[in-house]
């Protein structure tokens, strides 16, 4: 050890030599960050767009060419658009299980346009929906509020139906984070048929990897992997049940379509092969545009008839 100051004393005065240097050097970096970052993030956004657009503009299924991003969480809105009116639908009913607060889905965008349903959730809207209509009419929107569980949907679905004076749907989607292999079963051999049916799927399971959880009524996701079913167990479930595959939506590969076959014959140009219809996950795209506003989403819901009567009917292809 050198001679002279005490490690202790030395230390002390390395410290203050130490934070006088470093704390011009650290307000200089505060003051460059934000410009430096504020670039790079535009960059990086940019980039992960034209990426985004890349895979929709570029996919050899003509139905995710039509991906866009209305309400639903990324390019579903657009597959579904495109998906109805090769169904010749004007305006339909539409079901839909797992809606969140009500403010980012996949049956939003049919309801702007003057469709009218029912929806099962367990959370509160974070909007109030229109009060029942005058005896004689019906409702446009219902919404049940309650835990969904294997043995309980299809009467849920059957509730529901009932609250808005109908009695088959033409487009349902279904996301609950977990145990939604086994509501789509019970909802499908109940003979709830509808024409579109959309379901999230464990894209991190490719075909032909046959995968689902096992069922438990107490699930919650835990944000990891375990949850749902690959798409090649969907698939298997819905060929029983007269569906076939038409899309899987490329942007996040999250949600996919199955179509009544009964419809083929409007979906010639779309692949048969199920590796070229799946899509990886790519959970972190889609997030672009503004965020959805609470009065944007309820004056959509308070005015469904109003929509129907002045939106232009879709012409079948």
């Given at each position: 050890m050198r001679k002279g100051l005490s490690p202790s004393f030395s230390s002390r005065v390395g410290n203050r030599v130490w934070r006088a240097l470093t704390a011009p050097f650290r307000s200089l970096i505060g003051s460059l960050q934000k410009p430096l970052t504020e670039p790079l993030e535009s960059i990086a956004g940019t980039l992960l767009c034209n990426y985004q657009e890349n895979l929709i503009r570029d996919h050899v299924n003509p139905l995710n060419r039509c991906g866009r991003k209305v309400f639903s969480q990324s390019d579903e809105d657009g597959i579904t658009l495109e998906i109805v009116r090769r169904l010749g639908l004007d305006h339909g009913i539409f079901a839909e299980f797992g809606v969140g607060d009500g403010l980012e889905n996949n049956t939003i965008v049919l309801a702007s346009l003057g469709w009218r349903g029912?929806?099962?959730?367990?959370?509160?809207?974070?909007?109030?929906?229109?009060?029942?209509?005058?005896?004689?009419?019906?409702?446009?929107?219902?919404?049940?509020?309650?835990?969904?569980?294997?043995?309980?949907?299809?009467?849920?679905?059957?509730?529901?139906?009932?609250?808005?004076?109908?009695?088959?749907?033409?487009?349902?989607?279904?996301?609950?984070?977990?145990?939604?292999?086994?509501?789509?079963?019970?909802?499908?051999?109940?003979?709830?048929?509808?024409?579109?049916?959309?379901?999230?799927?464990?894209?991190?399971?490719?075909?032909?990897?046959?995968?689902?959880?096992?069922?438990?009524?107490?699930?919650?996701?835990?944000?990891?992997?375990?949850?749902?079913?690959?798409?090649?167990?969907?698939?298997?479930?819905?060929?029983?049940?007269?569906?076939?595959?038409?899309?899987?939506?490329?942007?996040?590969?999250?949600?996919?379509?199955?179509?009544?076959?009964s419809y083929r014959e409007s979906f010639r140009d779309v692949p048969t092969d199920i590796d070229v219809l799946w899509s990886p996950p790519r959970y972190r795209l889609g997030n672009n545009g503004h965020p959805v506003s609470i009065k944007t989403v309820a004056k959509i819901m308070n005015n469904i008839s109003t929509a129907r009567k002045t939106s232009k009917p879709n012409s079948q292809s």
């Amino acid at each position: 050890m050198r001679k002279g100051l005490s490690p202790s004393f030395s230390s002390r005065v390395g410290n203050r030599v130490w934070r006088a240097l470093t704390a011009p050097f650290r307000s200089l970096i505060g003051s460059l960050q934000k410009p430096l970052t504020e670039p790079l993030e535009s960059i990086a956004g940019t980039l992960l767009c034209n990426y985004q657009e890349n895979l929709i503009r570029d996919h050899v299924n003509p139905l995710n060419r039509c991906g866009r991003k209305v309400f639903s969480q990324s390019d579903e809105d657009g597959i579904t658009l495109e998906i109805v009116r090769r169904l010749g639908l004007d305006h339909g009913i539409f079901a839909e299980f797992g809606v969140g607060d009500g403010l980012e889905n996949n049956t939003i965008v049919l309801a702007s346009l003057g469709w009218r349903g029912f929806w099962v959730g367990g959370q509160e809207l974070a909007y109030t929906l229109p009060p029942d209509p005058a005896p004689g009419q019906r409702k446009d929107i219902a919404y049940i509020q309650e835990f969904i569980r294997k043995d309980n949907i299809v009467a849920l679905a059957q509730q529901g139906l009932a609250l808005i004076s109908e009695s088959k749907v033409d487009v349902a989607s279904l996301d609950l984070d977990g145990n939604d292999y086994y509501f789509v079963d019970a909802l499908l051999t109940s003979g709830f048929l509808p024409k579109l049916f959309i379901v999230e799927y464990n894209a991190k399971f490719m075909p032909p990897i046959r995968w689902k959880i096992d069922y438990n009524p107490d699930h919650r996701w835990r944000f990891d992997d375990y949850f749902g079913a690959s798409l090649a167990e969907y698939n298997d479930l819905f060929q029983k049940h007269g569906y076939f595959l038409a899309c899987c939506n490329a942007a996040t590969g999250m949600n996919a379509f199955f179509v009544h076959s009964s419809y083929r014959e409007s979906f010639r140009d779309v692949p048969t092969d199920i590796d070229v219809l799946w899509s990886p996950p790519r959970y972190r795209l889609g997030n672009n545009g503004h965020p959805v506003s609470i009065k944007t989403v309820a004056k959509i819901m308070n005015n469904i008839s109003t929509a129907r009567k002045t939106s232009k009917p879709n012409s079948q292809s």
